[in-house]
C-alpha cells in the first residue's frame, strides 16, 4: 500500500483541468486577415426605393431599406423585432404589418422556424426591383449605416425620407419642385413637405447656399442628449413603464379631481 501517492501535476497522466466540464465550449482560434478600416455603408439603389414608396407605401420601403442596412451592420446576427420598431419610432405590431404587406407584393419572403426552442422568422429580401418611366435613371448611393440607428430614431421617417430624397436628386436633378417632393415621397401636400424641410434645417441636414438653393449635408454626430434618447429608445421596457406611468398619473389626477369635485359640491338635503 502506497502512502505517498504520486503528485498528480508530477506524473506522466495529471488530473484533468476543473475547468473543462462536460459543456465546456472549445473555441480554436484561426489566423485571419487584418480587418479593413473604414465606415460600414449599404449601397442601396434610391430610385428603386421611391418606386417601392408609391407601390407599396412610404414606411414599408423604409422597413425594407433599414432591414438591409442592418444585415449589413450586423453580419448574421439575428434581429429582434424591437430593433426595427424603436429605430422607426413604432410599435412591433406596425413592423408586423409593414412586414407582412412587404410579403405580400412579394417583395420580401419569410419563414417562421425553431431556432433553439425560440421561434424565429427567417426573412428573405426579393431582389430586381424594376425602375419606372417616372425615374430617368438608377441612382445608386453608398448610404453609411450608422445613419439608421442615430439619424432615422432622432428625426423621424418621413423626414429621413425627404433627407433620402434630396440624396437622389444630387446626381439625378440639380433643380427640382416642391410638387416633385411631395409627389415622390407621398406626402399629403405643400404644407407637409415644408414641415419636414424646416425640420431637415433644424438639424443641419439642409442648409440655404449663397445662389438662393439648398444644400444637402451629412448628419453631424449625435450630441450628448440625443445618445441618451437613443439608449431610452432601444430598451422597450423603459418606453413601457413610461406608458404606465403616465396613465397612473392620469388616473390619480383623475381621483383627486372627483374628490375636490365632491368636496367643493353643494350637500342635498334628505328628504
Not at 505517498?4 to 497522466?13: G, K, V
Not at 441636414?205 to 432601444?234: H, N
Amino acid at each position: 500500500m502506497d502512502l505517498f501517492p504520486p503528485n498528480p501535476s508530477s506524473s506522466r497522466f495529471p488530473r484533468p483541468d476543473h475547468a473543462l466540464q462536460d459543456n465546456t465550449r472549445l473555441r480554436f482560434v484561426t489566423p485571419r486577415p487584418e480587418p479593413g478600416e473604414g465606415v460600414s455603408t449599404v449601397r442601396a439603389d434610391l430610385s428603386a426605393f421611391f418606386v417601392i414608396v408609391g407601390r407599396v407605401g412610404r414606411n414599408e420601403a423604409l422597413l425594407l431599406l433599414l432591414t438591409k442596412a442592418l444585415r449589413q451592420r450586423t453580419g448574421l446576427l439575428a434581429l429582434r423585432v424591437n430593433d426595427l420598431a424603436w429605430m422607426l419610432r413604432v410599435s412591433n405590431r406596425h413592423v408586423i404589418h409593414w412586414l407582412d404587406r412587404l410579403v405580400r407584393e412579394r417583395l420580401v419572403v419569410d419563414h417562421v422556424e425553431d431556432f433553439w426552442g425560440v421561434d424565429t422568422v427567417i426573412v428573405e429580401i426579393v431582389g430586381g426591383i424594376g425602375v419606372s418611366n417616372s425615374f430617368e435613371r438608377e441612382v445608386h448611393s453608398d448610404l453609411p449605416t450608422h445613419w439608421f440607428v442615430q439619424v432615422l430614431p432622432i428625426i423621424g421617417r418621413t423626414t429621413f425620407a425627404v433627407f433620402l430624397y434630396f440624396l437622389w436628386c444630387e446626381p439625378q436633378r440639380a433643380d427640382t419642385h416642391i410638387d416633385h417632393l411631395v409627389e415622390t415621397v407621398a406626402l399629403r401636400g405643400r404644407a407637409h413637405a415644408n414641415s419636414h424641410l424646416h425640420r431637415l434645417h433644424a438639424h443641419g441636414l439642409l442648409m440655404p447656399d449663397a445662389s438662393g438653393g439648398y444644400v444637402i449635408r451629412d448628419p453631424e454626430p449625435p450630441t450628448r442628449l440625443q445618445r441618451l434618447q437613443l439608449r431610452f429608445l432601444a430598451v422597450p421596457s423603459l418606453r413601457r413603464s413610461l406608458v404606465h406611468l403616465v396613465i397612473l398619473m392620469f388616473v390619480l389626477f383623475a381621483i383627486a379631481a372627483l374628490l375636490l369635485f365632491l368636496h367643493a359640491a353643494p350637500y342635498l338635503p334628505l328628504s
